[in-house]
């Protein structure tokens, strides 16, 4: 089998990468290192990656349609992973058209790589609860509304899901989209909370706690994101008859909301320091509370987290602490 992972040096890509490795699959990493947070840590990712006989790397822009026809239109791929994008909610205020590029032309043209893909069995990709916006109802359900997103890159991610459907349903491409809940761990994003808290107490910094701390994430460890990941690949949904697209939509969270003030206290602990807090209003495009429904996730592939933030938190701070030698 071989598939490919599109976001390869990032985050979860490569936490993704790393364990279809081990499982003995051949993987073909796709990222192009921008430096939307520090290219020296994609590095070091792929130095962890780049030695195993079943992997190859291609240093390319998702939106480079010609680019990626040249290094990859002549693989017979098994199935795609595709979680390359410009994240961040609050970079997309500042940096609209990098959101466009990357979410919108760049899901396009992998939707056009699958479909001449003839050996494809399942194109899995990220989407994000963000789409959520500003909704109310929790948990947050994949029935609910989607269709007032509250940042651009939210925006974007809807509107991956779309183009996904319409791909799905003319062309019968077997697709799930995924919407990630907070998810954290070692080799994480230094743009994210836990990242700048963990970072700025070591230094004796305050660090900004946003809507003065009235704020719940489903955090989520990143070995469950990829055992989610996995599951779903090896179970591509199947057209039912001609009105059916084989297209779905899950959450994929930790189902527990957790109070901002109780992961700072946590990392506090793990860190053996306090942390001098600055207390700020709400920021443009963000939300109060995010809270995965599991439901269908774990009705359709028997996905259930297994990693708390009483223990996935010590293990980031275990990871920071060897990474930066302290």
Same mark, same amino acid.
């Given at each position: 089998?071989?598939?490919?992972?599109? +976001?390869?040096?990032?985050?979860?890509?490569?936490?993704?990468?790393?364990?279809?490795?081990?499982?003995?699959?051949?993987?073909?990493?796709?990222?192009?290192?921008?430096?939307? !947070?520090?290219?020296?840590?994609?590095?070091?990712?792929?130095?962890?990656?780049?030695?195993?006989?079943?992997?190859?790397? %291609?240093?390319?822009?998702?939106?480079?349609?010609?680019?990626?026809?040249?290094?990859?239109?002549?693989?017979?791929?098994?199935?795609?992973?595709?979680?390359?994008?410009?994240?961040? #909610?609050? !970079?997309?205020?500042?940096?609209?058209? @990098?959101?466009?590029?990357?979410?919108?032309?760049? %899901?396009?043209?992998?939707?056009?790589?699958? $479909?001449?893909?003839?050996?494809?069995?399942?194109?899995?990709?990220?989407?994000?609860? =963000?789409? !959520?916006?500003?909704?109310?109802?929790?948990?947050? =359900?994949?029935?609910?509304?989607?269709?007032?997103?509250?940042?651009?890159?939210?925006?974007?991610?809807?509107?991956?899901?779309?183009?996904?459907?319409?791909?799905?349903?003319?062309?019968?491409?077997?697709?799930?989209?995924?919407?990630?809940?907070? #998810?954290?761990?070692?080799? +994480?994003?230094?743009?994210? @909370?836990?990242?700048?808290?963990?970072?700025?107490?070591?230094?004796?910094?305050?660090?900004?706690?946003?809507?003065?701390?009235?704020?719940?994430? *489903?955090?989520? !460890?990143? &070995?469950?994101? #990829?055992?989610?990941?996995?599951?779903? $690949?090896?179970?591509?949904?199947?057209?039912?008859?001609?009105? @059916?697209?084989?297209?779905?939509?899950?959450?994929?969270?930790?189902?527990?909301?957790?109070?901002?003030?109780?992961?700072? =206290?946590?990392?506090?602990?793990?860190?053996?320091?306090?942390?001098?807090?600055?207390?700020?209003?709400?920021?443009?495009?963000?939300?109060?509370?995010?809270?995965? *429904?599991?439901?269908?996730?774990?009705? &359709?592939?028997?996905?259930?987290?297994?990693?708390?933030? &009483?223990?996935?938190?010590?293990?980031?701070?275990?990871?920071?602490?060897?990474?930066?030698?302290?």
């Amino acid at each position: 089998m071989t598939v490919l992972i599109t +976001g390869a040096a990032g985050f979860i890509g490569f936490h993704t990468a790393r364990r279809l490795l081990a499982q003995g699959e051949r993987v073909v990493g796709v990222d192009n290192l921008n430096p939307y !947070y520090s290219p020296a840590l994609k590095d070091d990712r792929l130095r962890q990656l780049v030695d195993h006989p079943n992997f190859s790397f %291609h240093q390319i822009n998702i939106a480079d349609r010609v680019a990626m026809d040249g290094a990859l239109g002549g693989l017979k791929l098994t199935s795609i992973i595709h979680l390359a994008a410009q994240a961040g #909610v609050r !970079y997309s205020i500042e940096n609209p058209f @990098a959101y466009v590029e990357a979410n919108l032309v760049g %899901h396009m043209v992998i939707l056009e790589l699958a $479909r001449q893909q003839t050996a494809l069995e399942h194109l899995v990709y990220a989407s994000s609860s =963000s789409v !959520y916006g500003g909704n109310t109802a929790l948990p947050f =359900s994949e029935a609910d509304r989607v269709d007032e997103p509250i940042s651009l890159y939210a925006a974007t991610k809807k509107a991956d899901e779309l183009l996904s459907q319409s791909y799905a349903h003319l062309y019968g491409i077997p697709q799930t989209g995924l919407r990630f809940f907070t #998810v954290y761990g070692p080799w +994480g994003r230094p743009d994210m @909370a836990l990242w700048l808290f963990t970072e700025a107490i070591l230094a004796g910094r305050p660090i900004k706690v946003f809507n003065h701390g009235d704020m719940r994430r *489903d955090f989520t !460890y990143v &070995d469950d994101i #990829v055992t989610g990941i996995v599951a779903a $690949r090896d179970k591509p949904p199947v057209r039912t008859d001609e009105k @059916a697209a084989p297209h779905r939509i899950y959450n994929i969270g930790n189902n527990h909301p957790e109070e901002l003030g109780r992961l700072i =206290s946590l990392l506090e602990g793990a860190l053996g320091k306090k942390a001098e807090k600055i207390l700020e209003p709400m920021q443009p495009g963000d939300v109060k509370e995010t809270y995965a *429904d599991l439901t269908a996730i774990e009705r &359709d592939l028997g996905f259930q987290p297994a990693v708390t933030i &009483d223990e996935g938190i010590p293990k980031f701070v275990a990871w920071y602490r060897d990474y930066h030698n302290i």
